[in-house]
């Protein structure tokens, strides 16, 4: 069956201070992080790595310094957003939570659009804002182009890559799938928060989680309303 939808892939991290004790514990804390979904563990030196027997697009880590939870297409927001939550819940007592130095939320998608120039067009026309003789100047034919955009939103801040994109490009970024679309629009959205109270709880953690994932889907939509919207205009 060919894949004609978005594909968003879903990431967070929590980055704590190093703790030595964790890898003293790791035993104890893979039994104690199985669950119905993330049924299966392996043990390195320095981190536990839980994955599924059923559900082969998602896993989790958790080592001395972070701990992390990812889910790939098919797995939708919801699926995500639900198990991280439960995956954060089961983990929180097990890492020093009021030593947390980084919190990451990190969103990719992949959207279907009609055919890459046109895609690249609209990208230059929309972002790029610099005339064909500008350009010329420059020297050289563009080619491709990508946009890094960071923002401020508050306390907390975000970075985005998107730019357009040819199957053979795919692999690079997202997770491979067979009989995919030809062209698309790549987003990379990661939201994040740096500074934390050490009486920071877990309920903070969870809806910063729920703003990241809101805000990746805001910029989606924003994103695609300039660049495949306007160019079917």
Known sequence: MSIKEKIAEYVVEIRFKPNARVLDKRGEIASNLLSKLLNQWSISSNQ????????????????????????????????????AEAYIKSAWTHF?????????????????????????????KNFLALKDEELTKIGGTLIDLGFPLNFADGDNFFNIVTGPMEKEQFGQFVKEQEDIFENGVFIDFDYFKQEFSPY???KDILDLIKLGIEKAENACSAISDLVIKKQDE
Do not use: C, H, W
Request: no cysteine; charged share 30%; hydrophobic share 35%.
């Open 48 to 83: 536990i790595l839980l994955s599924s027997k059923e559900n082969l697009d998602t896993k989790a880590v958790f080592s001395f310094k972070n701990v992390s939870f990812v889910s790939n297409y098919p797995n939708d927001k919801k699926f995500f957003l639900e198990n």
């Open 200 to 202: 920071m709880k877990q």
């Open 96 to 124: 020093p939570n009021n030593e947390i130095v980084r919190v990451g939320i990190r969103t990719k998608y992949l959207i279907p659009a009609k055919d890459f120039k046109s895609i690249f067009d609209s990208y230059k």
